[in-house]
């Protein structure tokens, strides 16, 4: 195709040079599309139709065809982000935000390529000796048992009688199953055994919301907008009354498109309630301490963020081999999750990449799910890093007139502002439409979330 054709006029006259002028109100587009088509009303015509206008001028051009009638007229001025000033702007903040993030992770890989790393705290020094009372075995244990798991590792190093305290407190928690054995994604469960029941307002609000939302997919005033997330300690609760857990299959076979292949994204209740996602399960305290806060949990999945400027992902202070024996030995979650699925996220556009499934039929150990991310985190930051680096091409080398449209500026936004894991509850197959999954693609436009987090101020990231 040959360069695109340019022309100029002052806003209150006709066309009449031959030449476009980057400082004027007027798209190129929009002069192109009146050279040929000089009755369209342009605002009424939607994004598909002013392309496909455009791209007919086009062909009228490179074919010599005349015009219907020169001069032609004028277009409808542009607001000024819709122009290539605007547009180069913009494309000048989005290139400096994406060289500055990674420039940041850039930094961290250069002293570490690892995102687990056991880098043991030397013993500080200290001055004075613990108050008399804590000299009380009972005394101590029930204050060390109230402390957070980052004061209990210091409380290792005080003395003697403190460390054996602490590992004793370590070994009762999270080594025995609770309130179950070992568990597999979509098992059914004893309704009896009250796990993390829902409060009752949330299943009153859901009876009340489920018939509004079968309303909306059948109407379609649901679709081009993400879809709420009802998480399975919810839905799977007793206290759900029937005709609106029914109510909610429907909805999520229209609104998921839910059975495909024999899977059926809410199951039915003929065996009782199942295992479906990470809202049923309580997350082991001292793993989720010792990745410093970057473990989120949202629509039913864990996501496990890099940290940006810092050598360590994870640093545990305490001897690898007491880390083995206390920490690491715990089970990962509440009940023990059979297999879980470690994705990259964001990749191919809109969907996952599957790394590993940690599978351990006696429940997963909080050793054996860092083993997987340490394993997995050069190829988690390179894959990340190759595609920062294209997001980067996409956005620096086209014309201006690409970003015209809002639509256009937010389509290349697949990457994450960080490097990223994203795990599942899956069985050892692997459930491939599961909610959780769904939900990935569904219940959030992920373009707005990448966007935002490549915008986000550094000193917070």
């Not at 050069?378 to 639509?407: C, D, M, V």
């Not at 197959?429 to 939900?439: L, Q, Y």
């Amino acid at each position: 195709m040959s360069d695109l054709p340019t022309y100029t006029a002052p806003q209150d006259k006709a066309i009449t040079l031959d030449r476009y002028d980057p400082t004027s109100p007027y798209h190129p587009h929009d002069v192109q599309i009146l050279k040929f088509f000089p009755d369209e009303d342009l605002p009424s015509l939607s994004g598909s139709q002013h392309k496909g206008l455009y791209h007919l001028a086009v062909e009228f051009e490179q074919m010599d065809s005349p015009p219907p009638a020169v001069p032609w007229p004028s277009p409808p001025p542009r607001p000024r982000d819709e122009l290539e000033a605007g547009v180069e702007d913009w494309r000048k903040s989005a290139l400096e935000a994406i060289d500055a993030r990674v420039a940041l992770f850039d930094h961290r890989q250069r002293t570490s390529n690892r995102c687990l790393q056991i880098a043991p705290l030397t013993k500080s020094g200290c001055t004075g000796l613990p108050h008399s009372a804590l000299l009380i075995p009972e005394l101590l244990e029930y204050i060390l048992r109230l402390a957070t798991p980052s004061a209990q590792c210091a409380a290792w190093y005080v003395s003697r009688s403190w460390r054996l305290t602490t590992e004793y407190i370590w070994m009762q928690q999270y080594h025995n199953p609770q309130p179950c054995e070992a568990i597999e994604f979509g098992q059914s469960y004893d309704p009896s055994l009250h796990w993390l029941p829902a409060a009752k307002e949330d299943i009153i609000e859901l009876e009340q919301s489920a018939p509004l939302l079968l309303q909306q997919s059948v109407t379609s005033e649901g679709w081009g907008k993400p879809a709420p997330f009802i998480p399975a300690r919810l839905t799977q609760d007793p206290s759900v009354p029937v005709h609106t857990y029914a109510t909610l299959q429907a909805w999520y076979d229209r609104r998921f498109h839910g059975a495909h292949n024999g899977v059926v994204l809410l199951p039915s209740r003929a065996d009782g309630p199942r295992w479906l996602d990470f809202s049923q399960f309580c997350f082991n305290p001292y793993f989720l301490d010792l990745l410093h806060g970057r473990v989120v949990f949202k629509h039913g999945r864990c996501e496990i963020n890099f940290q940006p400027g810092s050598r360590n992902v994870f640093a545990c202070p305490l001897p690898a081999n007491v880390f083995e024996s206390t920490i690491g030995s715990m089970y990962l979650t509440q009940p023990p999750c059979k297999t879980l699925g470690l994705y990259l996220t964001y990749q191919d556009g809109e969907h996952l990449h599957l790394l590993e499934r940690v599978h351990s039929v006696d429940g997963i150990r909080v050793q054996e799910f860092l083993t997987a991310l340490q394993h997995h985190s050069a190829e988690a930051y390179r894959t990340w890093r190759n595609r920062a680096a294209k997001l980067k091409q996409a956005i620096a080398q086209p014309h201006w007139t690409s970003f015209s449209y809002g639509y256009w500026r937010r389509k290349f936004w697949t990457v994450p502002g960080c490097p990223r894991f994203a795990i599942f509850l899956e069985d050892v197959d692997g459930a491939e439409h599961t909610m959780t999954k769904s939900a990935f693609c569904w219940c959030e436009y992920l373009r707005d979330v990448c966007q935002k987090e490549w915008y986000e101020d550094i000193a917070t990231a």
